[in-house]
Structures are given as structure tokens and as C-alpha cells.
């Protein structure tokens, strides 16, 4: 049987992973390959999910945990996309806010799998808006323990990647560039548009190398670790909208995203990503703020107008999560009432991640191939 190209990639929430996934799945695919996608979260309900497979991919999920913490799910989530069918690529995205991968991901997978899964280098992606502060002066809006998070990431990753150059003037890029150098030198780093695929040639060429990879295993404080993820709420909130007339989803996502950035704002609660996503018959639309002092965006529009609709909303800020329930509880009311409907709330989870115990962790990384 041949392994299964096993491909992880990963970077802080908001970095653009599900977009890099998703184009990813879309190059392999006119390469005649079938694609098997994991994603991640630490609750259900997850937007990422749900967009990957309104896009026609086949999406496996391990909820209520990082790939970390339940490794076994991560592999029992393989096999039954191999069940449906049988995937010669696996990409998978593990959750944002999780370090550590190299010693208990994929080191596990090299020394327990290795027959069924060929391991690509892990790629990082920098979120630029807060790479630069906290690369370079430090005020990002968190504390420095979820800073911590963020530059950990880096550090065990094989190559970096930064992502949203169409938004970046070229110095921009070299300024950030310059930061990882002096932040880890000698790491490969690459420059993308997830949204527009500027660069994706480098990227798969990149996940095309053979060899041992995942070798940067971490020194890593724990309590440290711990105490940055809690440091952030973390909601995931799913609801149906009905109205007596038809109102334009996209504005909708929206207005949901940007009277949450006022809301959060206020409170000068630093905003790690919020997401939006909207589904009806076969519609579906994406708006997402990745950090506080930039404007939402539309990333995914659906042209759908509609009198209702699925709506499942994604947020990681830091504040107190129920504080935060409050907050998107009142925007969701009042950007619907805006538009003339009503929205009904199925499920909502709101809470701060536990503290991360890994399922396995190796402390030196594989030396050969089978050994």
C-alpha cells in the first residue's frame, strides 16, 4: 500500500489556513490525486468545516480537542475518509492556538505510521498584522504568553509561510521577512496570497520535498503554554435566521463581523479571529475580522438574498468567554433586526481552552527513516 502524503499546515488563528488548505486541495485535485482534509477545533460548529465542504471537499473533523491532545482521533478521522475513499493526500489544519506539533503530531506519525503516512515538511503560516508587533515591538494586544504561542509556532516549524503579499507593499514583506531571519535564522520563507495564489508554485514545491522532516522539537514551558491559550474566549455559536422578506446575506455576515469589532473594541478586547459563515440551498458566504485595528472582510461572498438562512459564528478574543457570548449575542440580534429577521439560537459554547495534555510527545526527534 502506498503512505498517504500527510500534510499539516499551520500558524495562529486568523493566519489564512483554511484558504491555504482549501487551494491546496483544489492543486492536488487537477493532479489527478484524491484529497482527504482534517480541520480542528476545540468545540463543534466550526466554520471551517462547514465551508470546506460546501466547496465540494472531503472534510473529516476532530472536535472538542486539538490533534495533539487526541492523536487518535486524528488518525481514526483518516481512516474514514479512507473508508469513503481512499485519499492519497491528507492536508489537515490543527487548531490555531496549539504549539508543540512537531513532538506530538508528527513525530508520532513518523514513529507509529510510518507505513501508512509519508510526513510533508510542516509549514507555519505569519499572520502579518500580528507577526510585526510581536516580532518586532511586542504590542500586539495580547499578553506575552499568548505571544509565546505565536513564536513557538515558529520556531519548530520547517519552512514559513507569509501569507496575504497582495495586501503588503514589497517592503512590508521584506520588513516581516527580515523579522523571522533575525527571529529564526536560517528558516526557509516563503511569500503567498492564499486568496489569490500568488506564490502557491513555491508552496507545492516545497511540500513536494522528500525526506525527515518535523526535527525542531521545542523546549517548551507548559504552565506557559497553558495559561497564553486561556488567556483567550472562545466561542462557537450556531442559529437559524427567518424574515418576512428577503434580506442579502453577505451584508448580513457582515454586519455581524463589524458590530462585533465596535463591540469587542470598546473593551479594548484584542481580537485573535472572528469568523462567519452563511449557508442556504447550496449558498454560502464567508466574513472574518483577523485583528482589531483591521476592517472585516467579505472573504467568501455568496450574491444570495434570501428570507433565511444557517448561520454559525466563530470567535477568539481576548476576553472572558461568557463576556464574550454576551457580545455576539447582541450583535447577531441587532445586525439581524437590521435587515428584518429573527434569529434563533441552536448552540451555543463558550469557554477557555484546558490545558493541553498531549496524547503523545517525543523530546528528540527522528534520526532515519523507520527508526
Known sequence: MIPMRFIMIGGFLGAGKTTTVARLAR???????NVGIVTNDQAT????????????????????????CNFNALTGTVEKLE??????????EPVGSCTDLVATVVQPLLRLCAERFEVAPYGVIVKPSHG????????SGFSSKAAYIFKKQIEEADFAIINRID??????????????????????????????????????EMLD??????????????????????????????????????????QLLLSIVRRLRQSLKAENAETAHLKTIGLWEGFFGVANLIASDLEPELSLPSHCRTTEAEIVVNARVAIDPKLLEEHVTRSVHA????????????QTQSFRPGRPVPTHRYEEPLVTLGK
Do not use: M
Not at 27 to 33: D, F, V
Not at 132 to 139: A, E, S, V
Not at 191 to 204: E, M, N, P, W, Y
Open 209 to 250: 520535498q522528500r525526506g525527515i522532516f518535523g526535527r525542531r522539537i521545542l523546549d517548551l514551558d507548559y504552565d506557559i503554554y497553558a495559561e497564553g491559550e486561556a488567556e483567550l474566549g472562545w466561542l462557537n455559536s450556531s442559529l437559524r435566521v427567518t424574515a418576512p422578506a428577503a434580506f442579502d446575506l453577505d
Open 335 to 346: 445586525a439581524c433586526q437590521a435587515v428584518g429577521g429573527t434569529p434563533q439560537f441552536r
Open 27 to 33: 492543486a492536488y485535485q487537477r493532479r489527478g490525486l
Open 167 to 204: 495586501e503588503l507593499s514589497p517592503t512590508e514583506c521584506d520588513d516581516l521577512a527580515g523579522l523571522l531571519q533575525d527571529f529564526q535564522p536560517g528558516l526557509p520563507i516563503l511569500r503567498i496570497s492564499a486568496k489569490t495564489g500568488q506564490g502557491f508554485d513555491s508552496l507545492l
Open 45 to 68: 460548529d466550526l466554520v471551517d468545516t462547514q465551508l470546506l465542504r460546501s466547496q465540494g471537499f472531503d472534510v473529516g473533523e476532530v472536535a472538542g480537542s486539538c490533534f495533539c
Open 83 to 92: 473508508a469513503a475513499r481512499r485519499p492519497e493526500v491528507i492536508l489537515t
Open 132 to 139: 510585526r508587533k510581536i516580532l518586532g515591538n511586542g504590542q
